[in-house]
């Protein structure tokens, strides 16, 4: 059973407008969350987190929303540029799993398409 | 600063042969992790060490699979026999975990993918 679910396999933006990458989570364990992005044939790269005692965290162009009586985050991205066309991984992780404590458990991955 | 290095980047194999994969994390981090992602699927965690020992590794299918960090810097991941399932990406990821739960940031390599005939 999916933990972290990524709903929208793709989506496609026009540059310069909103992307809007949503993630839901089934485990109310979970207490920390992350965004990373992947470009073909390269690893993922952190791009943004949220701990479970806030619901919004900015970074530039990028803001992370966490929504968690809907257990739901979502990831905005302001303007949208073409080299922001990536997949984009939602991760979750949890302080109490015991010995897994840092283990990330990811969605299957959003891939996004900024039109130039 | 260099990053995690992986190494091979591809490799092709036939079924029930052995395959080794090797990874070397970012200079100083103390945690390293092996995560198998399939096609169309996100990364899942394989195992976790903390220095030269393993403390999680309860995803590692320890039929086939093995793997070591002796010195507590460089890893191998092993698998013997190969078998056509096994074809997927193998991620290495590092992180300098000194207690602060509030960041757990997870360096990630570029990956070796393997494709079993």
């Known amino acids: 059973d999916q933990q972290v679910k990524q709903n929208s396999p793709s989506l496609s933006v026009q540059e310069g407008r909103i992307s809007i990458l949503n993630c839901d989570y089934t485990?109310?364990?979970?207490?920390?969350f992350l965004w990373y992005k992947k470009y073909p044939a390269e690893g993922p790269t952190f791009l943004i987190s949220i701990s479970s005692i806030k619901d919004k965290n900015e970074d530039g162009r990028f803001t992370v929303f966490l929504n968690k009586s809907a257990k739901h985050l979502s990831l905005h991205i302001v303007p949208s540029q073409p080299g922001d066309s990536a997949v984009y991984f939602c991760a979750a992780s949890s302080a109490y799993s015991g010995a897994g404590s840092y283990q990330l458990t990811f969605g299957k991955g959003t891939k996004l398409s900024v039109i130039p | 600063e260099a990053g995690v290095v992986q190494s091979p980047r591809y490799k092709i194999i036939e079924k029930k042969q052995p395959v080794a994969f090797w990874c070397n994390p970012i200079?100083?981090?103390?945690?390293l992790y092996w995560y198998l992602q399939n096609l169309g699927q996100g990364p899942e965690l394989l195992i976790r060490y903390e220095n030269e020992e393993a403390v999680d590794d309860s995803q590692l299918p320890k039929d086939r699979f093995s793997a070591e960090r002796l010195k507590g810097v460089d890893s191998t991941l092993k698998i013997q026999p190969a078998e056509l399932g096994d074809s997927a990406v193998y991620l290495c990821?590092?992180?300098?975990?000194?207690?602060?739960?509030?960041?757990?940031?997870?360096?990630f390599g570029p990956g070796t993918r393997l494709t079993v005939l």
């Open positions: 485990n109310s364990m979970f207490d920390y």
């Open positions: 990821a590092s992180s300098l975990d000194a207690g602060d739960r509030a960041y757990n940031e997870q360096f």
């Open positions: 200079s100083g981090h103390n945690t």
